[in-house]
């Protein structure tokens, strides 16, 4: 197991009150003047399990613009909830500045991952509404939006969350619009879709903040030879995905993704594509190598298992959430699928 502590990387978690100068932050300078006198003071309250990918994607531009403007713009804390190092999904132990709470930085970002629900004590909940109170800026990574939705601190907010967790979180706050983007931000509120869009985020705000030659410097740093806006998609196109171009294909699987709770026939989908359903069994097994019907049923068992992973809900409300009609049928489905019945992979923890 790797534990890192932050001075270890030459990090510089300075004190967010005092917002005292980076160390080691010298660097070339690209000639960008800050529009800021003080360095920007940033928290991280990593979750348990949280993604080390979103985490580092969101750190290390700060540090890269710090380097490249020859001067501080920006500070870090990083807080768990009991002040101990945490665990990432991957394994890897980061040493915090501070137990969560124990200060107010002017902007808080919660980093999550797969499990967001080990994190939602009642203490963190109300630190989180307390901070909401007072006026900080409140962002979320990957699943970071759940832990704020618990907190109900998204009402009204469009938000931005890993594509693989949105599934389960609609289910769960049906209330909250959920976007494809790779982020979003709204008055005090930005997600991110977690992944290289916690990249683009900070680049999103490093330009906005201190111009966009800065922004584009850092950029580079990373090999990243474009920044993608809060608009992007996060998934690739569906003829990336699928590796066809056949647009009836294409088409039938758009539709298959839009109805997973409620099935269409197989002659609805051929009408969909104006051919007959022989038709469109000839076309999927030449693009795809099987049915239309084994390829829909495979969306709606990968959808149910997202659901089981992700979420307490009972197996009898994901089957119906995922168009089977009994919580056997699915089990059936699930064990010849997955080799493993639904109440075993529960208990599964994804890496």
């Given at each position: 197991m790797v534990v890192l502590a932050f001075t270890d990387l030459n990090f510089a978690c300075t004190d967010i009150a005092m917002v005292r100068p980076l160390t080691g932050a010298m660097g070339r300078s690209v000639g960008m003047e800050p529009r800021r006198a003080e360095a920007?003071?940033?928290?991280?309250?990593?979750?348990?399990?949280?993604?080390?990918?979103?985490?580092?994607?969101?750190?290390?531009?700060?540090?890269v613009a710090n380097r490249l403007?020859?001067?501080?713009?920006?500070?870090?804390?990083?807080?768990?909830?009991?002040?101990?190092?945490?665990?990432a999904s991957n394994g890897m132990r980061i040493v915090v500045d501070a137990v969560f709470g124990a200060e107010s930085p002017?902007?808080?970002?919660?980093?999550?991952?797969?499990?967001?629900?080990?994190?939602?004590?009642?203490?963190?909940?109300?630190?989180?509404?307390?901070?909401?109170?007072?006026?900080?800026?409140?962002?979320?990574?990957?699943?970071?939006?759940?832990?704020?939705?618990k907190a109900g601190?998204?009402?009204?907010?469009?938000?931005?969350?890993?594509?693989?967790?949105a599934p389960a979180f609609r289910e769960e706050f049906p209330q909250?619009?959920?976007?494809?983007?790779?982020?979003?931000?709204?008055?005090r509120?930005?997600?991110?879709?977690?992944?290289?869009?916690?990249?683009?985020?900070?680049?999103d705000r490093i330009g906005r903040q201190h111009g966009p030659a800065l922004a584009a410097a850092v950029s580079e740093q990373f090999i990243h030879d474009r920044i993608r806006s809060s608009r992007d998609h996060q998934r690739m196109a569906l003829s990336s995905r699928l590796k066809t171009t056949n647009a009836k294909v294409l088409s039938v699987v758009a539709l298959m993704e839009r109805h997973l709770e409620q099935p269409l026939d197989p002659g609805a989908l051929a009408r969909q594509a104006g051919v007959t359903a022989r038709q469109?069994?000839?076309?999927?097994?030449?693009?795809l190598g099987v049915s239309p019907q084994r390829?829909?049923?495979?969306?709606?068992?990968?959808?149910a298992r997202h659901l089981l992973r992700q979420t307490d809900m009972p197996v009898l409300d994901i089957a119906m959430a995922t168009g089977f009609t009994s919580g056997s049928a699915l089990s059936r489905g699930y064990r010849d699928h997955f080799g493993a019945a639904p109440s075993r992979d529960r208990h599964e923890s994804p890496t």
């Open positions: 920007e003071a940033i928290g991280f309250l990593l979750a348990a399990g949280f993604s080390a990918m979103a985490f580092f994607s969101a750190l290390e531009p700060l540090r403007s020859g001067r501080p713009l920006f500070v870090w804390r990083v807080y768990s909830e009991d002040g101990e190092a945490v665990e002017p902007t808080l970002i919660v980093c999550s991952g797969f499990e967001p629900a080990r994190s939602e004590s009642r203490k963190t909940l109300a630190i989180l509404r307390q901070f909401s109170r007072a006026g900080v800026m409140l962002g979320a990574l990957d699943t970071g939006a759940h832990i704020l939705a601190l998204l009402e009204g907010v469009r938000v931005s969350m890993h594509w693989e967790a909250i619009e959920v976007t494809g983007e790779l982020f979003e931000v709204e008055r509120i930005f997600t991110c879709a977690g992944g290289t869009a916690a990249l683009d985020l900070m680049l469109l069994e000839r076309l999927f097994k030449a693009a390829y829909y049923r495979d969306l709606r068992l990968m959808r």
